[in-house]
């Protein structure tokens, strides 16, 4: 059973993240003790948008093309509206998101990142959540759609926005403790 100390987790993100989706994560999963990477598309530093301005930069540690799926336990993807609507329109990224569902690996996704979901077509038969104004779009690919702080179906954790973080940071470090799922039947 990996612990948060042993723990890889990638967050993939890009331009116009929601600051606090990317920044909370990252340093709460780093404060359990995981050793957290961040993937951009070129490997540079990324800008954030706060609420409604540009934000703060931060580090990126690798390209997303470079990113070995086989090296994480899991992947967090967050939201803001710019990041995902990039990200979903590059298929490098969104076969990573793909890798990461078939090899049973945590995938954890807020606000508007179950955008990234729907493109890679892993959100069919699972209770998801998000923010309210993709909740259609969820529907429209399958998912069950429900409106509470956290979903989790199957290792795919998803959350509606920046109030829900403490929920959503909990539950990564929940299934990280408990390792990896296989996700042979959608829950």
């Given amino acids: 059973m990996p612990k948060m100390k042993n723990a890889k987790i990638l967050i993939m993100a890009t331009n116009g ?5 990317l920044q909370v994560p990252l340093k709460e999963l780093r ?8 993937a951009t598309l070129d490997g540079k ?25 086989d090296d994480y336990i899991a992947l967090v993807l967050p939201g803001g509206q710019i990041n995902p609507d990039i990200l979903r329109a590059d298929e490098t990224a969104v076969q990573k998101v793909r890798d990461f569902v078939a090899g049973d690996k945590i995938v954890a996704a807020i606000c508007h990142a179950p955008w990234l979901l729907i493109e890679a077509g ?4 699972r209770e998801m959540t998000s923010y309210h104004s993709i909740r259609t779009d969820l529907k429209n690919a399958g998912a069950n759609v429900v409106d509470k702080d956290v979903a989790i ?21 929940e299934e990280v403790n408990e390792g990896e799922h296989s996700r042979d039947v959608a829950a």
Avoid at 160 to 173: C, E, G, M, N, T
């Fill in 45 to 69: 530093a990324i800008k954030g948008w706060d609420q409604s301005d540009w934000g703060e930069s931060v580090d990126g540690d690798l390209k997303i093309s470079d990113v070995n799926v």
């Fill in 153 to 173: 179906s199957n290792g795919i954790i998803t959350s509606r926005s920046p109030d829900d973080l403490p929920a959503f940071v909990a539950k990564i470090i």
């Fill in 31 to 38: 404060d359990a003790g995981a050793t957290v990477h961040v």
């Fill in 17 to 21: 993240f929601e600051q606090s989706e």
């Fill in 122 to 125: 892993v959100v069919k038969g």
